[in-house]
């Protein structure tokens, strides 16, 4: 009896040892993972009015993405992320069901089923040059009446049939620089006109039959002064053009082909007008709107072609395109904003003085629809954009854990675990495993606005953009706050704000309780390096923008330095166009403790389009005008030079900054060390030959090869070189520790490969003898300098991978105890990890019994790819551009966050959760368990003395 | 500890000066890679004896196809502009397939005169930079690019001044420059002035190394060493073969010699102190008790 019950409760101990996770379950997913979708920020939208079925809208995103929106919810019904380089055009509707798309400049066109996304049809145009490309869809009133969508692209006019999207006709203009403008269909239908313009002083009408292609008519005529890019349709047999000097407004009417013109002045419609003025563009019958230096002016045109101002507006306006709202009515919409706010007006288009709707939303960079004033919803598609991301600690809970709210919940806590134990036992109901799973996805645990001991939560600064900061939780990944920031938006000194990166600014350890942390964005105002730059502090807890102010010098390169002040801000070196290097924060404390570190900071360039790599020291205080305490000159230290007819850089990658190495030693089979070549100043650099760094198949192999460097950036050594023939681009590199790994393409073996390099430190080697070690004549402790020459030796080894792949990088632990796994994101947009052992480059065919001790695999010509180890399970992370790891305070786990039009985020343990118990672990099953055996040891205990005391009578 | 490397490196380097056209890679590739085909890319120059003379011309010129090029080397003092310091004198090579290398070269350099050997003692002093450049391009050079390397001026002084140059080579031109002491050079740098104020000079040439094929297998990975050479396992001795039978068998041998000890004990004992030494000892001698 006693047996049994202790054979069983072994059992079941057993049993609950056994459920700590290999890989992920199904029921597993979302516990600690989210994923969220976006589509980016929107090029085109097109409304769908018919009255039948759910409302949806229509849009193309900068990002290349087409979806379908709900327009009660803004859910996403569907959409499709087309290729980096598959620009979207132009979008619109043909026979209510197919959603068209122009892309690739005006080269490839495709049709989409409306209602579930699906591709029905793909085209591809060609032309003889390349040109500015146009979609123009016929409307019809018959719903299955084969229409054929007219597209110009390539510098040819096709007609393309919209069921097969077969080429029904294709019409090549005879003056090659004919840039079409408008195509316009006829009333009748069967005869449309292209207008359009040949250099700039030339308009040309085509009058075309819309069933063959027949050229009918053409007329052409010179526009005495020329005139400039815009152009407004304002109705279907009328057009408002400016001159060269944008200072006349040209009607040009081109009835039944005849081209007549009409001149206003605008000095004639719009008094004060001085400068220049522009068209803005719209599809407004009988009005359009000319922006002038000072205000923007709507303009009637009457049928005679009589122009007449209805209304100025005093700042930069929006229009929308015309929406039907009845049989004969059409409205739209004008949006400007001032201050802080939009204004968003929707009118008549007839009537100008008929507001449909006035509105003034705050300003805020989301995409929402009004409806009856109110706004319905909105979507944060900014994050579809992120440029840089960083991390912060959330709040340390300041009083403990309340104990009434444990004991509110003592009930529902011992209920959840007698489930969980009911499951680990295999005795749960369908019902209850439902009730499980919920009970784990809703754990209000994760979502904790207070930092954790294993330091899962944290929240993710992230910025886009559109200069939008948000800040994510890690628990869920819910926006806990976003703010759009004052020091990224337009002003008249600044035009082009953009941000570069986000950067943690001031992170407090000593008083982390009373002190918040905050984030630095350094921005510019422009999109050239030699732009003035932008500084602010953002914190991290509230939201709020602390400071912020423009710089008096550009910013070429930001660096953060390992030194903090006595407030624990960090400090920032930035590097303008000019060479000289800025110190941050401004404070002289900064520079006292900067001036201590001045002569061993060196810091390097990289000029790609040069084949320059030049590495840089600092001197004392610069001189010019701009000469401070704060500013540093800079010198040149070494440089490299590739010879531009043989080598290219297309690719350099350095250590992360904050990475721990744990270990400088390796202990290989032969109870032999060696030594880890563990310095934070490499640099990886891979060239190819200049042939080779197109596409993929646009070398041959003989003409092509990738060098691969590894440098020191402080004195510029190369501590290895090596030549891949017959190999090329795109290079995606990782380093870390003593290793690099990179992936490229190998045009001799049609594959793509993977290479691992590891540098290991010969100097050290002879540290082996235990009487050297105990005598203390080891050089273990002598410092290490970049300047000593050094002693290295490279072990490599390449491996066969089957995918192309976008991103790549490696886990990162908190004391790097933890082994190594590669993030690989492949072209499917998933992420992949990779185990470092199959890098191993003493891999070899048959390792020896002490090699298979030491976790050496058999070398094989391939990577595996293990579906399993998908970290995104069944999701995708579509048009994924980066991926970050994040320590957490527990070692075994570290925290992936994957961007790019979607986010996803998860933790990972590489080596499994060996420090920690697992979440779902039952604790009352380990209670019952040892409940039971202490009542079974007592039980045992009483029959073995009745036993014994049988035995003593006998 | 600088000493004894200094040592190592000197007489490593007195190895290799006396053997005539040495050509190996052991200097910096002790260890081969795997798979790959290394061929000799690095050239280890004898030393040339400073002096202000130049090289004798006409040596090499046996070939046509080869011509003799001069490459200057310019020093800096610090921040100072760059004035020209030693000369290296290089044969160009052409191979049949029209690719030029860089071959044989040599190395003269003059000594620091009066002026400049103040300027090096300024620089000792003030642990500033000596920066040394050459033109990146040997053929025609531009005066535009050119490849420089730097050192603190600390790390130089030996017994007189020694000087290391690793030169990376790419066809004809000279892709980077890697110059400094050829031993150790420890931070804190303390400041000492040599003893002559002569250098000796190491230069390497180096190239690109080939990188190691990819292994391609047939199906079957164990069946490419063949049927005989199936590597048979080491022999192992008796005691790793079977220890993990060994111990428990000791520990029962163990166990039982204790019992036999505390039976003739317990036998002694047994009639006063019989009930607490039952109720102890339980679990391992049931036997004992039930006679």
């Known amino acids: ?954 | 500890m600088k000493k004894p490397a200094l040592f190592r490196v000197f007489a490593l380097f007195l190895v290799i000066s006396s053997l005539h056209a040495f050509q190996s890679d052991e200097l910096d590739e002790e260890f081969g890679l795997e798979g790959g085909n290394l061929q000799p890319q690095e050239q280890i120059l004898d030393p040339v004896v400073p002096t202000r003379s130049t090289p004798t011309r006409g040596k090499y010129s046996d070939s046509d196809s080869d011509s003799k090029i001069q490459i200057t080397l310019e020093q800096a003092f610090g921040d100072s502009d760059f004035f020209p310091a030693a000369t290296f004198s290089a044969r160009l090579k052409t191979w049949s397939h029209g690719a030029q290398t860089l071959t044989k070269l040599r190395f003269s350099r003059n000594s620091f005169t009066e002026v400049e050997k103040q300027k090096f003692q300024k620089l000792l002093e003030e642990d500033e930079f000596y920066r040394i450049r050459l033109p990146s391009n040997v053929l025609n050079p531009t005066g535009k690019d050119f490849v420089i390397s730097s050192v603190r001026a600390r790390c130089l002084p030996r017994d007189g001044l020694d000087e290391h140059f690793v030169i990376h080579t790419e066809g004809v031109n000279i892709l980077a420059v890697n110059y400094g002491s050829p031993g150790a050079c420890p931070y804190p740098r303390q400041l000492r002035f040599p003893a002559k104020w002569s250098f000796n000079s190491h230069t390497v040439l180096k190239n690109s190394e080939q990188a190691p094929r990819t292994p391609t297998f047939a199906e079957d990975v164990p069946g490419e060493l063949g049927e005989g050479e199936t590597v048979p396992p080491p022999e192992r001795s008796f005691w790793a073969k079977y220890w993990m039978y060994l111990i428990p068998l000791g520990l029962i041998v163990m166990n039982a010699m204790t019992q036999a000890m505390n039976l003739p004990e317990e036998q002694a004992t047994g009639q006063s102190g019989a009930q607490p030494a039952a109720a102890i000892q339980r679990g391992p001698s049931p036997a004992v008790r039930r006679r």
Not at chain 1, 67 to 75: I, V
Not at chain 1, 108 to 113: D, E, G, H, K, T
Not at chain 1, 908 to 931: C, G
Request: charged share 20%; glycine share 6%.
């Open chain 1, 1 to 954: 009896m006693a047996m049994a019950i202790r054979s069983f409760l072994i059992f079941l101990f057993i049993l609950s040892l056994t459920v700590p996770t290999f890989s992920l379950h199904e029921d597993q997913v979302g516990l600690m993972d989210w994923h969220q979708k976006y589509i980016g920020k929107v090029k085109h939208a097109v409304f769908q009015t018919q009255k039948t079925g759910r409302k949806r809208v229509l849009v193309s995103t900068e990002e290349n993405v087409i979806a379908s929106l709900d327009l009660r919810h803004g859910e996403i019904f569907w959409r499709h992320v087309l290729g980096a380089n598959d620009a979207i055009d132009g979008i619109d509707t043909a026979m209510t069901k197919y959603a068209i798309t122009l892309s690739s400049g005006g080269s490839i066109l495709r049709a989409w089923n409306l209602p579930d996304g699906q591709m029905v049809w793909e085209c591809f145009l060609q032309g003889p040059s390349d040109s500015k490309s146009l979609l123009f869809v016929p409307t019809s009133s018959k719903v299955d009446k084969d229409n054929t969508i007219l597209v110009f692209g390539k510098g040819s006019l096709h007609a393309v049939s919209s069921i097969h999207g077969e080429i029904v006709w294709k019409i090549d203009f005879p003056s090659e620089s004919f840039e079409v403008q408008e195509v316009i269909q006829h009333h009748d239908g069967n005869t449309i006109y292209v207008v359009g313009f040949v250099g700039s002083s030339q308009f040309d009408v085509y009058q075309i039959n819309a069933k063959n292609g027949e050229l009918l008519k053409h007329n052409s005529a010179t526009i005495d002064g020329g005139f400039s890019g815009e152009v407004s349709l304002v109705s279907t047999a009328k057009l408002v053009v400016l001159n060269a000097a944008r200072s006349t407004l040209l009607t040009i009417s081109f009835q039944r082909g005849e081209i007549s013109f009409q001149k206003t002045y605008i000095s004639d419609l719009v008094e004060d007008f001085s400068g220049m003025a522009v068209i803005l563009p719209s599809k407004l019958t009988g009005l359009f709107a000319v922006k002038t230096s000072t205000a923007t002016a709507f303009i009637s045109v009457s049928s005679e072609g009589k122009l007449e101002v209805v209304d100025k507006i005093m700042h930069a306006t929006f229009i929308s395109n015309a929406l039907s709202i009845s049989e004969d009515q059409q409205a739209f919409a004008l949006v400007w904003h001032s201050d802080n706010e939009i204004h968003l007006n929707v009118k008549q288009v007839h009537d100008w003085n008929s507001d449909l709707l006035k509105e003034r939303i705050k300003l805020d960079q989301q995409r929402g629809l009004v409806h009856k004033g109110k706004v319905v919803w909105s979507r944060e598609d900014g994050l579809a954009s992120i440029i840089g991301v960083t991390t912060s600690e959330l709040p340390v809970e300041k009083e403990g854990v309340s104990v009434a709210k444990v004991e509110l919940n003592l009930f529902e806590w011992l209920k959840g675990h007698m489930l969980k134990v009911k499951g680990s036992l295999m005795l749960a109901s369908a019902e209850d495993v439902a009730a499980i799973q919920g009970m784990r996805l809703k754990s209000s645990e994760k979502s904790k606005m207070i930092r954790d001991h294993n330091g899962f939560r944290k929240l993710l600064i992230v910025l886009t953009k559109s200069g939008k900061l948000f800040a994510l939780h890690t628990g869920d990944g819910q926006i806990v706050w976003s703010l759009l920031l004052n020091s990224l938006r337009q002003t008249e000194a600044c035009k082009n704000p953009t941000g570069i990166n986000v950067f943690q600014w001031q992170v407090p350890h000593h008083h982390a309780m009373d002190e918040n942390p905050s984030v630095l964005v350094v921005g510019r105002c422009g999109t050239g390096t030699d732009a003035l730059g932008i500084f602010s502090y953002i914190d991290t807890y509230t939201g709020k923008e602390l400071k912020y102010f423009g710089l008096d010098h550009s910013v070429a390169q930001v660096i953060p330095l390992p030194l903090t002040d006595s407030t624990e801000q960090r400090l920032h070196l930035l590097i303008d166009a000019n060479g000289q290097a800025h110190l941050y924060p401004r404070a002289p404390e900064a520079v006292s403790i900067f001036q201590r570190e001045l002569s061993n900071i060196y810091w390097y360039s990289v000029e790609a389009d040069k084949g320059l790599i030049k590495g840089h020291g600092l001197k004392s205080n610069c001189a010019g005008e701009a000469a401070d305490n704060y500013c540093f000159g800079t010198r040149e230290l070494w440089s490299i030079v590739f010879p531009s007819e043989s080598e290219k850089i297309i690719s350099t990658v350095t250590r992360k900054s904050n990475e721990v190495v744990h270990t400088q030693a390796k202990v290989i089979a032969d109870q032999d060390v060696m030594y880890k070549y563990i310095s934070k100043n490499l640099l990886f650099v891979a060239t190819v030959s200049p042939k080779a760094s197109g596409d993929i198949g646009s070398a041959t192999p003989g003409e092509s090869q990738l060098v691969v460097y590894v440098v020191d950036t402080v004195s510029g050594r190369i501590l290895h070189r090596m030549t891949h023939h017959g190999s090329q681009g795109p290079v995606h590199a990782v380093f870390s520790e003593n290793w690099i790994v990179y992936h490229y393409f190998n045009l001799r073996a049609h594959r793509y490969e993977m290479t691992v390099i590891e540098i290991y430190d010969q100097s050290r080697a002879d540290n082996k003898d235990v009487l050297k070690l105990v005598l203390g004549k080891h050089n273990l402790s002598s410092p290490i300098s970049s300047y000593s020459r050094p002693e290295v030796t490279t072990k490599s080894q390449s491996y066969y991978f089957t995918h192309s792949i976008k991103a790549i990088a490696v886990t990162s632990t908190a004391k790097g105890i933890t082994s190594r796994h590669l993030l690989i994101g492949t072209i499917g947009d998933q992420v992949l990890a990779m185990d470092k052992r199959f890098f191993d480059p003493r891999r070899s065919v048959n390792p020896t019994q002490s090699e298979k001790e030491e976790g050496i695999l058999p070398l094989t010509d391939s990577l595996p790819i293990i579906p399993q180890s998908y970290v995104t399970h069944s999701l995708k992370v579509e048009g994924l551009r980066g991926i970050v790891t994040v320590p957490a305070k527990l070692e075994s786990n570290t925290l992936v966050f994957t961007y790019g039009v979607d986010l996803f985020f998860t933790r990972l343990a590489p080596s499994r959760t060996y420090d920690s118990l697992t979440e779902d672990f039952s604790y009352a099953l380990l209670l019952i368990t040892i409940v039971a055996l202490v009542v079974a040891i007592f039980v045992t205990w009483v029959l073995s003395e009745k036993k014994d005391l049988s035995d003593k009578w006998r």
